[in-house]
């Protein structure tokens, strides 16, 4: 019997010049002419999200951390309320929000702005605390 390797490279957000994938805990940015890295990140645990903003300017992927990739520069946000994020969405031209995991006590929706780095909680999310777990979240 063979052992075949589980975890496989899964695209998490792309646009007609970027892509942002990873496999198992490592997410990376390319560009997709060139197939030059633009950046590459190490999680604990996978990565749950990707964005790339439409205009190929800024890029995020989260998961046990976020990451945000904005004019060539990489920032961790090291927040311990961001820890955890289940999905993203982009909320205006450079805003984006995040979800928390929506089972924790943690469990909130927060404002990132891409070029200032602010955050912000927009509100507590407590939707899913003791129900069973659905791929599907409506927030």
């Known amino acids: 019997m063979s052992s075949k390797n589980q975890h496989q490279m899964r695209v998490l957000s792309e646009t007609n010049n970027l892509i942002l994938c ?3 805990e490592v997410a ?3 560009d997709k002419s060139t197939g ?3 950046f590459r990140d190490e999680f604990y645990g996978d990565p749950e999200c990707g964005l790339i903003d439409g205009n190929n300017n800024w890029a ?4 046990e951390h976020l990451t945000i990739w904005s004019n060539n520069q990489i920032n961790i946000l ?3 309320d961001l820890k955890w994020v289940s999905a993203i969405r982009n909320k205006a031209r450079n805003t984006i929000e995040v979800l ?3 089972w924790s006590k943690e469990s ?7 070029n200032t780095l602010n955050t912000k909680k927009i509100r507590d999310f407590s939707d899913y605390k003791e129900k069973e777990y659905t791929e599907d979240i409506v927030w």
């Open 22 to 24: 990873h496999e198992f």
């Open 28 to 30: 990376w940015l390319k």
């Open 36 to 38: 030059k890295e633009l």
């Open 60 to 63: 995020v992927v989260a998961g």
């Open 78 to 80: 090291s927040n311990p």
């Open 100 to 102: 928390i995991d929506p």
């Open 108 to 114: 909130a929706i927060w404002e990132i702005d891409i």
